[in-house]
């Protein structure tokens, strides 16, 4: 009989499960075993017996409802097994139909319930009314799961026959093709396989919502009833509901369901104002951490968050297509609130960036507002950050969420993909870039508040986004960008400097093509604007624009800022030894150089200021720049031996002071993009070139230079890399740069 029963359908590619058994046997293994009892529950007569059959099931429903508590207890130990195996239907993008929680093995699971305290268990809906008549469930939440149940298989049936084969996750690579199969429709901000995973979404949530309800229901009758009475008392208004809610967060209440049935009950309006006990209330909530984020997710499930914030709703059950995020927009965001509020609490014994983050965050309310708040722009329509800062600024104007807090969340909202898009995607070698960062979050607090957005957001996107290379990146940006701000390199006030002078430079070059203007300031180093007065800037437009040739030098001669002194510009494609031969042409040319600033631009172009002067006369004529112009083109062609030159013109000219001792100095933490050389030493001509000519020997870049003199003494300062674009950090390589340069400068 097994033969001719069972191997039909194993031919067929059914999986059948088989075993005889006495009714007594069947009997001891349901009550050893919750998935035979549950599936005793299930079974239905075919064949045989009809009377052997039906004592067999009636011991094993007598067993179960002798014993209803330990039955429900086992039944939601194993809902809460599903949940931690299978995730849940209401959060993950590729949902398990079947076993996730809030699929179908959950509303399995509230008939179950129903039959062990029932008296049916039969056919239809006779279960459900056994639920209505203990009052375990609402009438709302029974029209919920028969919506929800006929949905859910409509949405397995479809995806067994577009799969061909028996599966019950609903992989992205099906969902576009069950959307047409289930009628759903591209709409505005929502593709088709995004509606039919929200309609998924929304279902699964509401089905895990009366699981867990009716399972508390049923297993606190009392405790429930007399909280009941309690809230009915105390939930009049909004603010009352609010605080009902951070009591149960802070672990001052009990979060049971019949709290959410009162609340639900609350005759809220469609958009609730906010009042000053409302918003402490709901910030209550946000510190509280986990139970903050479960609070939350209760209000979301009973309807009410979305009335507190109306923005919620565009995000709510929202799905994510990229590689990297593994939840729903709205799921995500409290995720990323619940590991902000672990991160402030406890930082990772294995970040120390983070325990240092922690400390620094004084005002947790912004960054935890920030925290919930950061992707609420993800509603389909255009770049979410832009739009979310918008959304966000709206929802704290109305809170009346007062400044800092409100300033730090916008802040954030706006600038949560800074550190993340620019660790991974930029070069951190990138003087300017550090400096750009550093200029956006202005104060060592807000880099702090970032940092810890940033690690709870990539954490709560998925494991692709969280990765040791990632954090590694992310953590020597932050470092770098942490000494800037430290410095005083960078901060509020160097940031508005130099947003103005940006702005002027603009302004001055306002009849030149907008593109051409922009890609000269993206060019020039953050440093460059900062110290070079908006009309020189705007001078040396027309120098370095279009850019120079491969061995093109430009110049250019005007008045210096004091009687008697030249400004002199030269512009030319940057390669080692250029600063050394315009210093040795200078001195060629009887020019002293009074100070220095060399800067390179982005392209490779290097734009040197000077402040020169005549060593024995004030006026120098055009032919005498002519004939620097010509000497330089030659030096830097390589036409030109400046080395014998230089010396040749020194014994014309008297020695420098004694006394005056030299002194290298090379310093590896002034900056965490090169190798700082400051020279000191008595002034004499060609001095630039000596030093610089020692530089290129030893195959040096120069990056910037700041040349001053000093009566008769020179300190100069070389910010350089070597060869390979590395900061010099080999102590030969150290030591064998002081040598040379003493060498070469007490000759």
């Known amino acids: 009989m097994a033969e001719r029963l069972f191997y039909p359908l194993w031919d067929a590619g059914f999986t059948v499960g ?18 035979a009892a549950t599936a005793i529950l299930d079974a239905r007569f075919l064949a045989g017996d009809e009377e052997l059959f039906a004592r067999m099931r009636e011991g094993v429903l007598e067993d179960v409802g002798a014993d209803s508590g330990g039955f429900l207890a086992k039944l939601r130990e194993a809902a809460e097994h599903r949940r931690s195996r299978f995730g849940s239907v209401s959060q993950l993008l590729e949902p398990d139909l079947k076993e996730g929680a809030g699929g179908l093995r959950d509303i399995h699971t509230v008939r179950w319930a129903a039959i062990a305290v029932g008296s049916s268990g039969g056919p239809g809906d006779l279960w459900m009314r056994d639920l209505d008549a203990a009052g375990s469930l609402r009438r709302s939440e029974r029209e919920g799961l028969e919506t929800a149940e006929e949905f859910l298989v409509r949405v397995r049936s479809a995806l067994h026959l577009e799969s061909g084969k028996k599966t019950d996750r609903v992989h992205l690579d099906h969902q576009p093709s069950l959307a047409a199969i289930l009628g759903f429709r591209d709409e505005p901000g ?82 609730v104002p906010w009042s000053a006990d409302v918003r402490d209330a709901f910030l209550r909530i946000l510190r509280a951490g986990d139970r903050g984020v479960a609070t939350l997710e209760a209000m979301d499930r009973v309807g009410v968050l979305t009335r507190f914030l109306p923005e919620w709703e565009a995000v709510r059950c929202r799905p994510q297509r990229d590689p990297y995020h593994r939840f729903t927009v709205d799921v995500h965001l409290l995720e990323t609130l619940g590991a ?100 956006r979050v202005g ?110 030098v430009r110049t250019a001669a005007e008045p210096g800022p004091r009687p008697g002194t030249h400004a002199l510009t030269v512009v030319a494609r940057d390669r080692p030894g250029l600063l050394a031969r315009t210093a040795g042409t200078l001195a060629l040319s009887g020019l002293s150089i009074l100070s220095a600033r060399v800067f390179t631009t982005e392209q490779g172009v290097a734009v040197d200021l000077f402040e020169v002067a005549g060593v024995f006369e004030e006026e120098i004529d055009q032919e005498r720049w002519r004939k620097f112009r010509t000497l330089l083109r030659r030096a830097v062609e390589g036409r030109l031996s400046l ?22 100095t090379v310093d590896n933490q002034a900056s965490d993009f090169y190798t700082v050389i400051e020279v000191g030493a008595a002034d004499r001509i060609g001095l630039l070139f000596d030093v610089t000519r020692s530089f290129a020997d030893l195959d040096l870049d120069v990056h910037v230079a700041k040349v001053a003199t000093y009566g008769e003494r020179v300190v100069d300062a070389f910010y350089i890399r070597d060869a390979l674009g590395r900061k010099v950090e080999d102590p030969e390589t150290i030591a064998e740069i002081e040598r040379a340069v003493t060498a070469r400068l007490s000759g």
């Open 190 to 271: 929502l593709r088709a396989e995004d509606g039919l995973m929200q309609a998924t979404f929304e279902h699964g949530r509401q089905v895990e919502h009366v699981r867990e309800m009716v399972l508390d229901r049923l297993l606190q009758p009392h405790a429930a009833a007399t909280e009941s009475i309690r809230n009915e008392m105390q939930l009049r208004t909004p603010a009352d509901a609010m605080a009902a809610f951070a009591g149960a967060a802070t672990g001052q209440a009990a979060l049971t369901p019949d709290l959410l049935d009162a609340v639900e009950g609350l005759p809220l309006p469609e958009e």
């Open 643 to 664: 080395e014998h030159r230089v010396r040749d013109k020194r014994l014309h000219y008297p020695p420098p002071r004694a006394g005056i001792p030299v002194k290298v």
């Open 443 to 552: 104060d060592p607090e807000r880099l702090a508040a970032l940092y810890l957005l940033t690690t709870a957001d990539a954490g709560a996107t998925g494991p692709h986004a969280s990765t040791p290379w990632r954090a590694t990146l992310l953590r020597e940006l932050v470092a770098k960008v942490q000494r800037v701000l430290e410095r005083g390199e960078m901060g509020t006030e160097t940031a508005t400097r130099l947003a103005e002078r940006t702005s002027a430079i603009r302004m001055l070059l306002a009849a030149e093509p907008p593109a051409d203007v922009e890609a000269f300031l993206a060019a020039m180093p953050r440093g460059y604007v900062l110290a070079v007065a908006p009309e020189a800037a705007a001078r040396h437009f027309h120098q370095v624009r279009p850019w120079p040739g491969a061995v093109e």
């Open 18 to 35: 088989h075993a005889v058994r006495t009714a007594r046997e069947c009997r001891a293994l349901a009550a050893q075993r919750l998935d």
């Open 340 to 439: 902000v509020a672990r991160l402030l609490e406890r930082p990772p014994t294995d970040d120390p960036v983070a325990d240092r983050a922690a400390a620094s965050v004084t005002d947790r309310d912004g960054l935890l507002l920030g925290a919930i708040l950061h992707d609420i722009g993800k509603t389909g329509q255009g770049g979410h950050v832009e739009a979310g800062a918008r959304v966000a600024a709206a929802v704290l104007d109305r809170m009346a969420v007062p400044d800092p807090s409100a300033g730090l969340a916008r802040f954030l909202v706006a600038n949560h993909l800074l550190l993340s898009d620019t660790a991974v995607r930029r070069n951190l070698e990138d003087e300017d870039l550090v400096l750009d960062v550093a200029a």
